[in-house]
């Protein structure tokens, strides 16, 4: 991937993936991966699990929890949030 796809998604070049914004040095990076397997296997490892922190199961699960509290808190502030709903006054 080339160094403008990877901004925001906290790529290190070399650890999660092959990293270059030249043709020649991307293919040199495939082509390693390619003939060196545990290269492969430590870049394969490293990018699954830097894909689940951001991406993941637990990630979106917390990240709606979150958002599920802090709309909540926000609507106890609004006007007549602890009213009883279909008792008009």
Known sequence: MTSIGA???GVEPGAHAVLADLAG???AGV???LQD???WRQI???A???GDRLFGAERTRQSLADLVT???ESA???PGAHQPRGISG
Do not use: I
């Open 7 to 9: 901004e925001g998604m």
């Open 25 to 27: 040095d991307f293919a």
């Open 31 to 33: 082509v390693r991966l």
């Open 37 to 39: 397997d545990a290269h």
């Open 44 to 46: 394969s490892d490293a």
């Open 48 to 50: 699954r699990a830097h």
């Open 70 to 72: 802090a709309v909540s």
């Open 76 to 78: 106890d502030d609004l």
